[in-house]
């Protein structure tokens, strides 16, 4: 009896044990999915969606061939789905840190700076390695990369390289112990994560972000479009907005005059700003009121 009553109690473990795994998985699966769910949000907050999926109504999310113009020619958007021979299958997350961190490619190559590095390096590896698990998470889709369309004088890596000595300074960002926890995620959204400044700064004739003039427009914005100045400046800026206004616009796209925003804004409004938390689009309210 007592043989037969340690079985049973064994067997009653056993089960236990295999309906807690198929109620909750296992710790290790369950920080994957976790891992995975706030990659996700953090590839929103970074706006990949919007620039890396093609402007066709079957575009595959994710897959490339988006055309960016600019001032120094056109440059297609590659495909970051984990497909080996087209996308980013093979990288190990020390290529996709250094992609971001420092703009080279896993052949050691420089990025061209129309991928946003000089704003990404400031971003938290933690935080990166979380995108590149929910990038990972996704479907491969085989589509290859189409050559950016530059004029011969953009078209060298060397020259990219030689870009970046003079105008790209690597670091992350560092919180300002002056201000409050909700400035400074808002900064770090703002200044990093979210790149704002790539469209709302202006640059020099050779294209670097002229820092000095922080989000006070841009004319020669993405799709030949002028980038509004988004400083505390009350008359040509937002100065006059409230946090909730700016909140309300983050998330529909509303204006205080209850009017819509319309062009590139508007696909960063709906791929981007509003897959936000409330909290996080007041912290960027709460950074932006302070940008003079």
Not at 25 to 38: K, Y
Not at 60 to 86: H, K
Not at 250 to 269: E, K, N, Q, R, W
Request: net charge negative; aromatic share 10%; charged share 25%.
């Amino acid at each position: 009896m007592t043989g037969s009553g340690s079985t049973l109690t064994s067997l009653l473990s056993v089960s236990s044990l295999a309906a807690a795994w198929l109620l909750f998985g296992t710790p290790a699966l369950q920080a994957d999915e976790e891992l995975v769910e706030r990659g996700k949000y953090l590839i929103h907050a970074g706006g990949c969606v919007t620039c890396h999926t093609a402007e066709e109504d079957d575009a595959v999310p994710f897959a490339g061939g988006r055309a960016m113009e600019s001032p120094f020619g056109t440059f297609y958007v590659p495909n970051i789905t984990p497909d080996r021979q087209t996308g980013i299958g093979d990288w190990s997350d020390e290529a996709f840190v250094r992609a971001f961190w420092d703009g080279v490619n896993p052949s050691d190559e420089d990025y061209f700076p129309a991928f946003p590095f000089t704003s990404y390096t400031g971003v938290a590896r933690d935080d990166l390695l979380a995108m590149k698990a929910y990038l990972f998470s996704l479907e491969p889709v085989a589509k290859a990369n189409r050559e950016h369309d530059l004029p011969f004088m953009m078209s060298s890596r060397r020259g990219a390289g030689a870009w970046k000595s003079r105008y790209f300074r690597a670091g992350r960002f560092e919180p300002d112990p002056g201000q409050s926890d909700e400035w400074n995620r808002g900064a770090y959204l703002v200044r990093h994560l979210g790149h704002c400044g790539e469209c709302h700064t202006p640059r020099s004739r050779l294209g670097a972000i002229r820092d000095t003039h922080e989000l006070r427009g841009n004319p020669d914005g993405p799709g030949d479009e002028k980038a509004p100045n988004i400083t505390s400046d009350p008359d040509d800026g937002i100065g006059r907005w409230t946090l909730k206004d700016i909140e309300y616009f983050l998330d529909i796209g509303m204006l205080p005059d209850g009017d819509f925003t319309g062009g590139t804004m508007s696909a960063v409004i709906e791929d981007n700003t509003s897959q936000l938390t409330s909290e996080d689009r007041l912290a960027i309210a709460t950074y932006l009121k302070t940008v003079e």
